[in-house]
T-cell receptor, first 116, second 114 residues
Framework: NAGVMQNPRHLVRRRGQEARLRCSPM?????VYWYRQLPEEGLKFMVY????????ESGMPKERFSAEFPKEGPSILRIQQVVRGDSAAYFC??????????????FGPGTRLLVL | SQQGEEDPQALSIQEGENATMNCSYK?????LQWYRQNSGRGLVHLIL?????REKHSGRLRVTLDTSKKSSSLLITASRAADTASYFC??????????????FGQGTILTVHP
């Protein structure tokens, strides 16, 4: 049973380009969470999705950032027109969902985005 | 200050010693979780303690929770060099539709010297 998969592991973009980060949850998990970690800091929640639905995007910047979790395929975090301040590690986590089963989140290895 | 703050920020010990990290939080919680992050890697879930529990053990880990003080501690006994990592406490959103959202503290960087 593979864990949470994220790709790419490292991504370099120039200012103004687009970054697309992918996350495949663990098998059987229907809930996906994205977190961002700036250097020397803890993780900050960005968005919580279930299949085809955004449940909570209170941590997402209002502009340039979007996320989706389609019926088929991985969850995508998209950052348009990247700026240097977007450089960070982006982690995806998944959980099974359902009452009492949402509590433990399983994290992927992260995508480290560097904006030049 | 934010939910889930750990102290100390950094801890350096010798192999074989015990390491204790503390976490404080502000709002009421359903549970509190501890995660480990090795340098440049993802997070690994260590242990979850529910609000009606006071202490929990898992191998060399011992977690306590004091809801009256809104604090938790993580004790690693007989530390090993491989325990070198950052340790985070996290609390889930207390209610509403987004109860899965975790709020993380800033973390404690633990260094265990061989």
């Amino acid at each position: 049973n593979a864990g949470v998969m994220q790709n790419p592991r490292h991504l370099v973009r120039r200012r103004g380009q687009e970054a697309r980060l992918r996350c495949s949850p663990m098998k059987g998990h229907s809930h996906v969470y994205w977190y961002r970690q700036l250097p020397e800091e803890g993780l900050k929640f960005m968005v919580y999705l279930q299949k085809e639905n955004i449940i909570d995007e209170s941590g997402m910047p209002k502009e340039r950032f979007s996320a989706e979790f389609p019926k088929e395929g991985p969850s995508i975090l998209r950052i348009q027109q990247v700026v240097r301040g977007d450089s960070a590690a982006y982690f995806c986590a998944s959980s099974p969902g359902g009452t009492g089963r949402w509590e433990t989140q399983y994290f992927g290895p992260g995508t480290r985005l560097l904006v030049l | 200050s934010q939910q889930g703050e750990e102290d100390p920020q950094a801890l350096s010990i010798q192999e074989g010693e015990n390491a204790t990290m503390n976490c404080s939080y502000k709002t009421s919680i359903n549970n509190l979780q501890w995660y480990r992050q090795n340098s440049g890697r993802g997070l690994v879930h260590l242990i979850l303690i529910r609000s009606n529990e006071r202490e929990k053990h898992s191998g060399r880990l011992r977690v306590t929770l004091d809801t009256s003080k809104k604090s938790s501690s993580l004790l690693i006994t007989a530390s090993r060099a491989a325990d070198t990592a950052s340790y985070f406490c996290a609390t889930p959103n207390a209610g509403g539709t987004s109860y899965g959202k975790l709020t993380f503290g800033q973390g404690t960087i633990l260094t265990v010297h061989p």
